[in-house]
């Protein structure tokens, strides 16, 4: 995958979960989530994680997910 790379297929979630790559999140065109990796998804749900406790819920259809640049 390259880097800023939009993850849409369950394909792509299943390698961003295996990398264990950081990814952004955009609804209605803001960022509502960034610096955390995906941990499951669903045909309509990705979970993410940015810190030990911190799991967040996302509607695929509702939101936009792309892989983070490595700095």
């Known amino acids: 995958m390259a880097g800023n790379q939009r993850l849409v297929t369950d394909s792509d979630f299943q390698e961003a979960v295996e ?3 950081f990814v952004r999140v955009f609804k209605d065109d803001h960022i509502v989530d960034s610096n955390a990796i995906v941990l499951r998804f669903s045909e309509t749900t990705v979970v993410l994680q940015s810190r030990v406790a911190d799991l967040a819920y996302y ?3 509702e939101c936009e997910f792309f ?3 490595k700095r």
């Open 19 to 21: 990398k264990g790559v």
């Open 59 to 61: 509607d695929r259809d």
């Open 67 to 69: 892989e983070m640049k």
